[in-house]
């Protein structure tokens, strides 16, 4: 059967041996595209020779609609107390080690002040268990969600294992968390199989996960995608990616953007509208609340990031 029918048939007849969908019959899709349905695996085994060039285009096209979506947010989402967007600085948050929810430093140290103020005992503010007064407590509340396959806490034990030159093991964490679909994990492999760090070096899968951590909202690994895309002369894919992280607010890629656009890459008005929206992302973040608590923390001079 010829490309062009299968292109006019997709909805009810399988590609390789023609038959209808009707009564019994069921067609499935072919699991790389949506151009043509099977009604065996053995019809989609026989037409796969015909298939497979038109397959891949295909593919490919779909793939890039996916990765070149403008997220709704950055991967760090909004925190629970607030609802507000979290800012993209990891150290302006808080991972609460009992249930594993990134909590906003402002929401925290109101917490805090509220706390002191009522001589109340510390405890979570998502889901109110007390927290832990010890690092052991704290290791143990860690552990529990670990072992409930958490995958904030496999990340976070994975960066952990990081530290302590245990990249075997910080491999598995990572691709375990990445499984269940946690961004962070993602890039965390992508930087792995570029540096070949407790695993073979790999530019397809290091490129494969800085895809799907972009695809999630991490704003660094689309600004690192922007940045391969330009080394390799793909400009307008590069500029792509760029205003997509801009957008989630990045400071790299409105950089990169302007660097761009003093060398005629990008336009003018594409530069301003990248402008507008990265500001209205980082004021997104903004707040009276988070200000006092940044002035409190001084953000910089704790590398703590996780309660306690």
């Known amino acids: 059967m010829s490309e062009d029918n299968i292109m006019s048939n997709t909805v009810s007849v399988c590609a390789s041996c023609g038959i209808a969908e009707v009564d019994e019959v069921k ?3 072919c699991a790389d595209c949506d151009l043509v349905r099977y009604c065996s695996d053995a019809c ?26 403008q997220p709704e ?3 760090r989402g909004d925190c629970p107390i607030c609802c507000l967007p979290m800012p993209l600085d990891a150290y302006k948050s808080i991972i609460m080690s009992c249930c594993s929810k990134l909590i906003c430093k402002g929401c925290y140290h ?23 007064e010890t690092d052991e407590e704290c290791d143990k509340q860690r552990m529990k969600r670990i072992e409930a396959n958490d995958p904030v806490a496999l990340t976070h034990e994975g960066m952990q294992q990081c530290k302590e030159d245990d990249y075997r093991s910080a491999f598995e964490y990572f691709t375990k968390a990445a499984e269940l679909g ?10 792995m199989y570029d540096d070949g760090h407790g695993v073979e070096k790999d530019r397809g899968k290091e490129i494969y996960h800085l895809e799907e951590a972009a695809i999630g909202g991490h704003p660094d690994a689309r600004y690192n995608l922007g940045w391969e895309e330009e080394e390799s002369g793909n400009i307008e894919r590069a500029v792509k ?20 656009f003093k060398e005629g890459y990008v336009s003018k008005d594409d530069l301003a509208a990248a402008l507008r929206a990265h500001q209205a ?16 923390y001084r953000i910089g001079d704790s590398n703590n990031t996780e309660d306690c």
């Open 73 to 75: 947010s950055s991967h």
């Open 182 to 191: 946690n961004v962070d994990a993602h890039h965390k492999l992508a930087c």
């Open 241 to 260: 990616h760029f205003i997509i992280s801009a957008n989630l607010g990045d400071d790299g890629s409105i950089k990169e953007l302007m660097d761009l």
């Open 281 to 296: 992302a980082v004021d997104a973040t903004k707040s009276s609340q988070r200000e006092a608590a940044e002035e409190y």
């Open 27 to 29: 067609l499935k899709e």
């Open 44 to 69: 989609q085994e026989n037409h796969k020779s015909q298939h497979e060039e038109a397959c891949k285009e295909r593919a490919a096209v779909l793939r890039d609609e996916l990765l070149f979506r």
């Open 110 to 132: 109101a917490n805090q002040i509220r706390e002191a103020e009522r001589r109340l005992e510390h405890s979570c503010l998502f889901c109110r268990k007390p927290t832990a």
